[in-house]
């Protein structure tokens, strides 16, 4: 039996012997990373049973990490805090980090999410990836991918979390543009890669910073002394630790990437969209969450940057007519609400947190939905060419439109206890910010309803609007079962976490919580004004996209449209914007100091061996071989000696 380090608060440690679950908490990442190495070093001799092996360790993971929670539900509350020791990574002079792990709430949820529907993922690609010749490299990129977030959620510190940061980067990289035969899928891929490296950087100064503040990256040696460090340096970190959650979670203005990363396999989609990297930047600044505390117009940075992501994403999906894409803005705007309750404090944690577990269940139920009906209409993704598939299609239906009531904020499902929470929570931040956050969260619930209706009035009900070649038909069930049980959590893990303050009370030793609880109960809930308002929008919402879609026919060819419209097709000139403001800048820029290195530096070399080479030349001409010639010199040459000597005497 190990020892691992227990924490008597968030951050303060105290030795001693734990039982085995606890001590191994690096079986967590090693089942998935062990599939990864077997399935992409084993080469062929895997294709047969790869994936299989796959899919059977990151359940492993999973149910290693329900074991991890009932051993840390039964300690204490405020001992819920657990340091693993496993290795130390490198040393150099006074500097030592090691790779240790933190199991604590916050920890925990996170692995529970991503090895849970991680796995449920796994088994639906199973269905999916069936024939693929190369479905073992995907299963191993899969496997590296769930493995990259283990370890950047369960690190103790901020240089190992870095390491998963980036292992998440090279696996999406890999997964987005797995068909790589196809031009646009590996220009997504580029330009994910590219476009993370930005906000990457973001937090790779950060990194450098605490350790030359506080001599440290120890999560405990950092946010334990962060308002010791001053508001310069806090604000400075905020912002430098917002920019990398920028890049990883899709939000403004690193947020480009994200529809275009629908070109990978749909099972990719649902991995990043709801298990692993778009969370990534949430539980970041949840993590870093005495930072932002200690400077506030970082952590007003934060929600402001939520809250406008949250509408653009919701802007952008009323207009895309592909289905990825649309869910895709989808994401974009939720994980905008998670951005804007984080950036509340402690008053939003929680919220933040729950939302992001709910998400992850009916975003990646939709998504699964979404690729049920790609498997059923011959790889189609324009809705416009979908309609009336709820009878050829009853379980996708059914299991989508759950997912579907959930993510609008239907009373009692999933999605309404964990965006109430959200919306109460801006309201109660007071001021006139948390008025004017707390109406931002209001009209993305409107936006929500609108097009996330549209998805389904386009997809499964209306005229057939088939192409002559489609022959839709339910999936097999490797694929829909995984899309009932993420429908089973759309329903009802929302209550289970919110009601009764049970989630919020779980992670409050290691997040955090308000001074004043603002339990949200059932009355309450059913009854402010802020949950009245949501309601009313919600419904408002899905009527208008019933005016609009459900009572006149669908046309195939999508209209013009008005200038929104147009904007929001084009993401609201995200690419255009990155184009004129650093692309072109840049290319400018390069071709100027191409221009410079060829004509100045090169010049300023080539010159001097020019000089070299042509006096060389000249000098050569002197050199005539004939022994007359040099004897005449010798007497001329010395001559001239003889005369400057008589002269002298």
């Not at 009035?457 to 022959?471: E, M, P, V």
Request: hydrophobic share 55%.
């Amino acid at each position: 039996m190990s020892d691992v380090t227990l924490a008597a608060g968030p951050h303060t440690v105290t030795t001693e012997a734990t039982g085995a679950v606890l001590s191994n908490a690096w079986l967590l990442i090693a089942f998935p990373l062990a599939g990864a190495a077997v399935l992409l070093l084993g080469g062929r001799r895997t294709d047969g049973w790869g994936h299989w092996l796959g899919t059977a360790l990151p359940l492993a993971s999973f149910g290693w990490a329900v074991l991890a929670l009932l051993r840390l539900l039964e300690a204490d509350p405020v001992q819920r805090s657990r340091e693993v020791p496993v290795y130390e990574w490198f040393s150099a002079g006074d500097v030592t980090v090691r790779a240790n792990l933190l199991i604590d709430p916050l920890s925990i949820s996170f692995a529970l999410l991503i090895t849970g529907v991680g796995s449920l993922i796994h088994i639906y690609s199973v269905g999916y990836m069936a024939h693929d010749a190369n479905r073992r490299r995907f299963f191993g990129y899969l496997n590296l991918f769930v493995a990259a977030m283990l370890v950047l959620v369960l690190a103790d510190n901020f240089a190992l979390l870095f390491l998963g940061w980036e292992g998440v980067g090279l696996a999406s990289y890999l997964l987005i543009g797995f068909w790589q035969q196809r031009p646009a899928a590996a220009v997504a891929a580029k330009k994910a890669f590219l476009i993370n490296r930005v906000g990457d950087l973001g937090l790779l100064i950060a990194i450098m910073l605490m350790f030359g503040v506080f001599g440290t990256v120890a999560f405990g040696g950092v946010l334990d002394n962060a308002g010791e460090a001053g508001p310069v340096v806090t604000t400075a970190l905020g912002l430098l630790l917002l920019l990398g959650a920028c890049g990883k979670s899709a939000q403004l203005p690193l947020q480009a990437w994200l529809l275009d990363a629908m070109e990978g396999p749909t099972p990719v989609s649902a991995l990043i969209h709801a298990a692993t990297m778009v969370t990534a930047g949430v539980y970041l600044i949840v993590r870093a969450g005495p930072i932002f505390e200690a400077a506030p117009a970082a952590q007003t940075t934060t929600a402001v940057v939520g809250a406008a992501t949250l509408l653009a994403g919701a802007v952008i999906g009323c207009a895309k007519d592909d289905i990825k894409k649309a869910l895709a803005g989808s994401t974009m705007s939720q994980i905008g609400y998670m951005t804007l309750a984080a950036g509340l404090g402690p008053v939003g944690y929680a919220a933040a947190i729950a939302h992001l577990l709910t998400h992850g269940f009916f975003k990646a139920g939709l998504f699964l939905g979404a690729g049920s009906v790609m498997h059923g209409m011959n790889d189609e993704v324009d809705m416009r060419r979908f309609g009336g598939l709820r009878t050829a299609m009853p379980i996708t239906f059914a299991t989508f439109g759950l997912g579907y009531l959930a993510i609008i904020g239907f009373p009692f499902l999933s999605g309404w206890w964990t965006k109430e929470g959200i919306i109460e929570a801006a309201f109660t931040s007071g001021g006139l910010s948390g008025q004017l956050l707390g109406t931002a969260a209001l009209v993305g619930a409107g936006l929500t309803a609108f097009y996330m209706t549209r998805v389904m009035i386009l997809t499964f009900f209306g005229t057939r609007r088939w192409d002559d070649g489609a022959h839709p038909h339910e999936s097999p069930a490797s694929m829909t079962a995984p899309m009932v049980v993420l429908a089973l959590g759309s329903v009802f893990l929302g209550g289970l976490l919110v009601f009764g303050y049970r989630f919020a009370a779980f992670l409050e030793p290691a997040v955090g919580g308000p001074e004043e609880h603002h339990a949200f109960s059932l009355a309450t809930m059913l009854t402010s004004v802020p949950s009245l308002a949501a309601l009313a929008l919600m419904v408002g919402g899905a009527a208008v996209a019933w005016f609009m879609y459900g009572r006149a026919p669908v046309a195939r060819v999508a209209p013009a449209g008005n200038p929104v419209t147009v904007a929001a097709r084009n993401e609201l000139y995200g690419n255009a914007i990155n184009e004129g403001l650093f692309m072109r800048p840049g290319n400018t820029l390069t071709r100027a100091m191409v221009a410079i290195d060829t004509t100045v530096v090169d010049g300023m070399v080539t010159g001097v061996g020019t000089t070299v080479r042509e006096g060389s030349q000249g000098l050569r001409t002197v050199q005539t071989g004939f022994a007359r010639t040099y004897a005449l010199t010798m007497l001329f040459g010395a001559a001239i000696v003889v005369a400057t000597l008589a002269v002298r005497i």
